[in-house]
T-cell receptor, first 113, second 113 residues
Framework: GENVEQHPSTLSVQEGDSAVIKCTYSDSASNYFPWYKQELGKRPQLIIDIRSNVGEKKDQRIAVTLNKTAKHFSLHITETQPEDSAVYFCAASPPYNFNKFYFGSGTKLNVKP | DAEITQSPRHKITETGRQVTLACHQTWNHNNMFWYRQDLGHGLRLIHYSYGVQDTNKGEVSDGYSVSRSNTEDLPLTLESAASSQTSVYFC????????????FGPGTRLTVL
């Protein structure tokens, strides 16, 4: 089955700097890659997703890039703000598993003011 | 507004008791999922369902069961609660069995003493 690894497990940046979180996946058939943000005590919420037919997607300060050859995808947050502090999860979903998600172990991002 | 809810939000029980956690969604989504979240393990899939009368085991299904008698609800039952089942439980739903976003409920914090 699919296996997703996420790095780093913790990331501390200064406000205004960029943050990058990387995930690798094992199954080349995976074709959907969502990213979730989870604030302390809250539910995971989708912030951006990408499908395998595109290489990059942006939404304001957030972008996701996908490298299918290397089987990795990354979350980029520019101009970080204290409210970006949260745990971020990546996931991969192979089409043959009918919408089952395989999650990474999470990255705790701390944005220092 | 359509939403996904979980109840109770917090539960304390004793070892050996049966516990049922409720999940209810009003989006008319076909797919529903149960995850547990523990430090260092991210989100792990317990059980999932693609429609009424359909249930499937996830990667950590031992000691848990689900039933799907209607589209809106997927209750999770711990047959005989164990301390190892102390965790935060999230329910999620998605519209189709193909590549589709999962939306999470607010979570239930369960403590087994």
């Amino acid at each position: 089955g699919e296996n997703v690894e996420q790095h780093p497990s913790t990331l501390s940046v200064q406000e205004g700097d960029s943050a990058v979180i990387k995930c690798t996946y094992s199954d080349s058939a995976s074709n959907y890659f969502p990213w979730y943000k989870q604030e302390l005590g809250k539910r995971p919420q989708l912030i951006i997703d990408i499908r395998s037919n595109v290489g990059e997607k942006k939404d304001q300060r957030i972008a996701v890039t996908l490298n299918k050859t290397a089987k990795h995808f990354s979350l980029h947050i520019t101009e970080t703000q204290p409210e970006d502090s949260a745990v971020y999860f990546c996931a991969a979903s192979p089409p043959y598993n009918f919408n089952k998600f395989y999650f990474g172990s999470g990255t705790k991002l701390n944005v220092k003011p | 507004d359509a939403e996904i809810t979980q109840s109770p939000r917090h539960k304390i029980t004793e070892t050996g008791r049966q516990v049922t956690l409720a999940c209810h969604q009003t989006w008319n989504h076909n797919n529903m999922f149960w995850y547990r979240q523990d430090l260092g393990h991210g989100l792990r899939l317990i059980h999932y369902s693609y429609g009424v009368q359909d249930t499937n085991k996830g990667e950590v299904s031992d000691g848990y069961s689900v039933s799907r008698s209607n589209t809106e609800d997927l209750p999770l039952t711990l047959e005989s609660a164990a301390s190892s089942q102390t965790s935060v439980y999230f329910c999620a739903s998605s519209e189709t069995e193909w590549t589709d976003t999962q939306y999470f409920g607010p979570g239930t914090r369960l403590t087994v003493l």
